[in-house]
């Protein structure tokens, strides 16, 4: 972790394995609420990282013991960005932002974009070295309000 | 994941404790409903007051266990979620699957408003 001209950093390699979400999960909001975001905003940067985290255990790494998840966390100022990077094979991610309408009611799947969407004021994936990298930006609110229940 | 179960009048209510986000949960899930299911106990109530949170594969278990119950002629509902994991099935329309209540006798007392 660093700090440097009131920007705070932090990168997590993490295990293929959901149970280290928690330790994601409380680093971030440790950071966020550092940086005075509101407890909306807080809560909903963590879910948005922490279902950034489990597809990329999930669906990128496919739960290899081998494989690892790298995020990093920045808050500079009034935004906070995270990257999250799996080790898996890549991901239509084009196709998936394409569908916009969400996944039918009664289907078990298809939600993890909707919810890292309707959480973050930016979401924004790239395909690299073998790995998807995704990127999600959260402004600080001031307090105004949360991000998911106005969207 | 941990699961407890009691009953309140014609409800079973599974109250659970810990985080949703898949892997062996699913099995756990899907092993408790099955045995409610066999003993015809099919007004559930599951209780989200413990569980800190929830990811896109949670959700989908708990879709899938509803739509067990429901093709069993049972319904399933959903209690005490704080506003983190209220904000999630709003934002993913689940609000409209799932009846949300704020009080064990409400959830309750849904079941049998429904068979009226």
Known sequence: ?151 | MKITQREVGSAAILDLNGKLTGGPDADTFRDVFKSLLDQDKKNIVVNLEKVSWINSTGLGILINNYNTVRKAGGDMVVMHASERIESILYVTKLNLLFKSFDSEDDAVRSFSQATR
């Open chain 1, 1 to 151: 972790m660093g700090k440097r001209n009131n920007v705070e950093h932090m990168i997590l390699n993490i295990p293929s394995d959901l149970k280290y979400l928690g330790a994601v999960d409380a680093a971030i909001q440790d950071l966020a609420r550092e940086f005075s975001f509101s407890p909306d905003a807080v809560n909903d940067v963590s879910t948005a990282l922490v279902e950034a985290c489990s597809n990329a255990i999930e669906h990128g790494n496919h739960f290899a013991k081998d494989k690892r998840v790298v995020v990093t966390l920045r808050f500079n100022g009034n935004t906070f960005v995270a990257t999250v990077k799996d080790e898996g094979g890549g991901f239509d991610y084009e196709k998936a932002l394409r569908d916009e309408s969400g996944p039918d009611p009664m289907s078990e799947r298809g939600r993890g974009i909707l919810i890292m969407r309707a959480f973050t004021d930016a979401l924004a994936f790239r395909n690299e070295n073998g790995g998807l990298i995704v990127e999600l930006t959260k402004l600080r609110d001031d307090g105004d309000g949360g991000g998911g229940r106005d969207k």
